[in-house]
């Protein structure tokens, strides 16, 4: 069975970063913005706070475009 918890979540104006952790696949970074589309990097990061800053990271940048 597959035993995933949202460990840390964090938000932004705008958005709300969720970290997941699954002890075989390590942490993940879930994306929420204002429209309500969940997005998800793929990457499977060794700590929370790993991905937590990749999806700052992600924000971030969609601020620059």
Request: charged letters at 15%.
């Amino acid at each position: 069975m597959d035993n995933t918890q949202f460990v840390q979540l964090s938000a932004l104006p705008g958005w709300i970063i969720g970290v997941s952790h699954n002890r075989q696949h390590g942490y993940q970074c879930w994306l929420i913005n204002s429209a309500l589309d969940v997005l998800n990097d793929g990457y499977e990061y060794s700590t929370s706070s790993a991905a937590l800053m990749a999806g700052r990271s992600f924000i971030e940048r969609q601020y620059e475009a």
